[in-house]
């Protein structure tokens, strides 16, 4: 794992990024993500990347050999998980913040509705995932897949499995009629991008997905968004 950019690099890049031509760049974006390529979360920040069409660079942390417990990475993250992110001055960690930011400064006022209900809406979704999705779908395959973070730790595959099939029912119902999580946004929002990961890997944790029609619609209709990227 390299922390942050070569010294030589970040100032040019700084130097360039704040210059009077900068207004020329404006498309050109200087943003580093800590990755770990297997790891749904990080997955849902290169989605959101690739589907804004923004450039980056990432650098592995390797949790099996415990880069996530250094000092270094621990001042960017207190809690030494992975995805982090760092724009410019900015450094963010949990993927749900950074889809946020990154749909905020980014997206051109896509995937984060501006309106109180569509926002709340969104929200809602994301708050959802961080439950039923982490600690079901997310921890039952992370033990699945003998996973060495905390989260596969802390709990077994029974309870996660159960909790899991409880968050497919939710999602399968808001998704019969719907093709997207929040509908009044009138398209994709980063509720479908948080969401979509650790559904479609839910096999993984020995979770069958058959009998969630409208899931499996709805996962494949993420499939065909422009810039997808394949899921790790
Ligand atoms: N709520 C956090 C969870 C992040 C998380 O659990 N990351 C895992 C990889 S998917 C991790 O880095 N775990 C390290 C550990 O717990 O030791 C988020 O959404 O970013």
């Not at 802390?154 to 998704?175: F, H, M, P």
């Not at 559904?199 to 997905?209: F, K």
């Amino acid at each position: 794992m390299k922390i942050g950019w070569p010294v030589g690099a970040e100032n040019a890049i700084r130097t360039l990024y704040r210059s009077p031509a900068a207004w020329l760049l404006h498309e050109v974006i200087f943003l580093l993500l800590y990755d770990l390529e297997r790891s749904g979360n990080c997955y849902k920040i290169r989605l959101l990347l690739s589907l804004l069409g923004i450039t980056y660079q990432k650098t592995s942390v390797d949790l099996n050999a415990g880069e996530g417990q250094q000092p270094e990475f621990l001042a960017l993250n207190p809690r030494g998980q992975v995805p982090v992110l760092v724009d410019n001055d900015t450094t963010l960690w949990d993927s749900t913040a950074i889809l946020v930011y990154l749909a905020r400064q980014y997206g051109r006022g896509l995937w984060l509705p501006t309106d109180p209900v569509g926002m709340a809406k969104v929200m809602q979704w994301l708050s959802f995932e961080q439950n039923e999705g982490r600690y079901g779908l997310g921890r039952a395959r992370a033990i699945t897949l003998n996973s060495p973070t905390l989260l596969a730790r802390t709990g077994n595959l029974e309870d996660s499995q159960a909790l899991a099939l409880i968050g497919l029912d939710v999602l399968e119902k808001q998704l019969t009629g719907n093709e997207w999580l929040v509908p009044e946004a009138g398209g994709p929002t980063l509720a479908d991008i948080a969401c979509y990961p650790y559904t479609a890997l839910a096999p993984e944790g020995g979770i069958d997905l058959e009998p969630f029609v409208a899931i499996k619609r709805w996962l494949t209709r993420m499939r065909t968004l422009p810039g997808y990227i394949e899921l790790p």
